[in-house]
């Protein structure tokens, strides 16, 4: 007579490998958008300053220029500090690409005892 089994395994496909300098090439690119801003808001300033211009109108253009700058730094924090988060998220998503789960099903010959 027949016994029959099975039996449930992961099994890793591909080995770790480890996604951190993909943080490492994003953060680059926020440093680099933080540089263009800090480049705008001060070309924005020195062309106030260059036309010896004062007024409303001007003073609210520095301001508005000041403003936006400090709200892209906010936003580009925040990207900052979910870089790591969203790197480390993908690296487990392609982690758990990398196993394999499995059943093996197998059947076993076994002599009946006899009944007495």
Known sequence: MYRYYSVNLTARILPYESHLDKK???????????????????LVQDIMADDASTGKIVEAIDQNAIEQHQKNEAALQLVSSDISKMVQSFEDQVDDMKTQSMTIDYRVWEEEAEAN
């Open 24 to 42: 490492d090439k994003l953060q680059q690119y926020v440093d680099a958008i933080r540089e263009e801003d800090r480049k705008f808001l001060k």
